[in-house]
């Protein structure tokens, strides 16, 4: 195991991206934008000297570590001297990695800002080098004298749940020479992902079909993703079905990489000594396995909500069958509302209202300093995200407005994110100054949910209402149902190869076309070609027992913004205090600390009451009621 050197880099999250869509020429200059649209980077360094003299601190610093090496067991005071000297260290070099990521991403056609952060990048893997020695130390000495040590020496104090939260891997962290041997093989582990990877999004040959005014359409992700959303429905059955063309053709070689994949987890958890590769991978937050199995039993045991929705969209589309293509075009075709960012802004201040007077108060810091990058310019990353780095600095927001609706709800999500980094920076040293990936995704999705809540109570007319409680309830759909169902085909894939039954290609689109039925229901006809999609999900590949965390996530914003709105006072001081906590308590006892429980069924289930509410609400305007 590695020391988190990204630990405030860590905070880069929620990464939307999207391809920038008109020619680039067209687009405008970062210096026909005012300046208070634009991130005021000065903030960070006023000049690259200053940049230039913390890169050449932290070089020479890193160079002294190897002068620690035996010392860390001698005694408190020298224990102290490394831990401090290492983190005081990595500090300065996640603000100089702060600084270089963003201003690349302001103009990636600038090369000298991608030479500057390569540099930040390689200054990393000097000072991960130079302290390679310290965690096999720490691991080597027994816990009664890191008890000691940390009564003995009161500066210690402040680092005992990271020590702590280290030393948790001890149990399962080999010997230094079976740990490096591990590293070595690391490349052979990654090349089914990276197999996939090539495969999936570079050679995968997609076939050309014809479009709905007879024109010809190479399919790609891209379209795939757009003709689900759009009112043709024989288009929409068209580009799905040839989508996976390609995927059928070659099912036996994406099941062979799945498997690697697979087969890699399996063998990585025996060796650690975890009862199973998901344990393994829950373990390093600290999230009991039963946290995963609440989720898939709940939503199971509740599935006739998900049933619902069918049967609610097969009536309000007047179809005779609902497929799987069917599952995200709107039930209210036509309607447009555009929003300018000063009309968002004043949107989200009144929408977030409801969690009290300081979030009001860092919203208008984060407003009127500088910290958003709003509109798209020349050479400018696409998509949208939030950054923060817990050294010293504020958080700052990169966006490409367009006055979409969708621009206002991902303001929202990422004002969510800058204030969780916000307090937690404001409230917690660096080495707290993080957050799990489990709890990444609350606070953005707790502010999309306010923000929702206002725009269903302020909405105009019958459509706009329609509208915004049709995104919700895709949101659910999306988020919530089709996560939990990834994870529980992930679950079962890997239950079954440890009880030694490895799936072949047929097997594994039976068992996910089998699920797909079960979680949509008998308004459902699943498509042969459905079943497939285990081969076109990268999560499946690229990241372990993941995707879970994208459902209690929205579970827990679901509750904890609803406890907010009918609790006021107490449920802020609670949300409050999730915000501030950072990485000094574990991801499931902070959200039990703002009052969700995730281990529990309530959250899950209140997510589901408001999915029942809003369907209610959506056939009344439909006219469908029963």
């Known amino acids: 195991m590695k020391m988190k050197l990204f630990a405030g880099v860590g905070l880069v999250c929620s990464i939307f991206m999207s391809s920038i869509n008109m020619d680039a020429q067209s687009l405008p200059k970062r210096s026909d934008i005012a300046d208070k649209y634009k991130w005021n980077l000065n903030d960070i360094y006023s000049n690259e000297d200053l940049w230039e003299k ?79 020695f310290f965690l096999p130390e720490l691991m080597a000495i027994p816990d009664e004298t890191i008890k000691k040590f940390i009564a003995e020496e009161s500066k210690l104090k402040q680092y005992e749940h990271r020590i702590n939260e280290m030393r948790r891997m001890k149990k399962y962290t080999l010997s230094a020479d079976q740990e490096k041997m591990l590293a070595q093989l690391s490349p052979v582990f990654d090349i089914p992902e990276s197999t996939y990877g090539i495969l999936n999004d570079a050679e995968l040959p ?48 994406f099941a062979s990489l799945y498997n690697g994949r697979v087969k890699q987890r399996l063998a990585t958890a025996e060796i650690r000594g975890y009862k199973s590769a998901r344990e393994g991978y829950l373990y390093a937050d600290n999230i009991p396995v039963e946290v995963y199995d609440n989720l898939i039993k709940t939503t199971r045991d509740n599935i006739k909500i998900l049933h619902r929705w069918a049967n609610l969209k097969k009536r309000a589309l007047k179809l005779d069958e609902l497929h799987p293509y069917d599952t995200y075009t709107s039930l209210v075709p036509g309607f447009n509302k555009e929003y300018t960012f000063d009309e968002a802004k004043a949107i989200c201040l009144e929408a977030l209202k409801p969690l009290g007077e300081e979030y009001q108060e ?104 329609l509208s915004l409680i049709e995104k919700f309830l895709l949101n659910a759909q999306q988020t919530f149902f089709r996560q939990t169902r990834f994870a529980d085909f992930e679950m079962q894939t890997h239950d079954k190869a440890q009880k030694g039954e490895i799936l072949n290609a047929d097997q594994l689109t039976k068992l996910f076309g089998d699920m797909y039925q079960f979680y949509w229901g008998p308004d459902m006809v699943t498509d042969y070609e459905e079943g497939l999609s285990w081969a076109r999900i990268p999560h499946l590949y690229k990241y372990n027992f993941y995707v879970f965390q994208y459902s209690t996530g929205f579970a827990a914003a679901q509750a904890l913004s609803q406890q907010i709105i009918e609790e006021g006072k107490p449920a802020i001081k609670r949300y409050l205090g999730f915000l501030e906590s950072g990485s000094s308590v574990y991801p499931i006892d902070v959200l039990k600390k703002a009052g969700v429980d995730m281990s529990r069924p309530e959250p899950i289930n209140k997510t589901l009451d408001k999915m029942n509410k809003y369907m209610d609400e959506l056939e009344l305007l439909l006219g469908l009621k029963k």
């Open 206 to 253: 997609f076939p050309t079909v014809k479009g709905s005014k007879g024109e010809d359409v190479k399919i790609s992700h891209g379209r795939y993703r757009a003709a689900l959303f759009s009112e043709d429905r024989e288009y929409r059955k068209t580009i799905y079905k040839g989508t996976y063309e390609p995927y059928n053709a070659l099912k036996g070689t």
């Open 54 to 132: 913390d890169y050449a601190k932290v070089l020479e610093t890193s160079k002294k570590f190897p002068q620690f090496k035996g010392t860390l067991s001698k005694s408190a005071k020298d224990f102290y001297k490394v831990v401090d000297a290492y983190y005081s260290n990595e500090k300065i070099a996640v603000r100089l990695f702060f600084y270089s990521s963003m201003i690349r991403d302001l103009d990636l056609n600038d090369g000298k800002y991608q030479g500057l952060f390569d540099r930040t990048q390689k200054l990393f893997s000097e000072v991960n080098a130079n302290a390679s």
């Open 362 to 465: 860092a919203l208008k810091k984060c407003f009127d300093n500088r910290w958003i990058d709003v509109y798209e310019t020349d050479g400018k990353r696409s998509g949208a995200y939030s950054n923060g780095c817990g050294c010293g600095v504020h958080p700052y927001i990169l966006l490409n407005w367009n006055n979409t609706m969708d621009d206002l709800f991902t303001l929202a999500h990422e004002l969510g994110h800058n204030m969780h980094s916000f307090f937690t920076e404001k409230t917690q040293p660096y080495h707290y100054a993080n957050y799990s990936t489990f709890v990444a995704e609350v606070a953005s999705t707790t502010n999309e949910a306010l923000l929702l809540d206002y725009l269903i109570k302020n909405a105009k007319n019958p459509a706009e209402k």
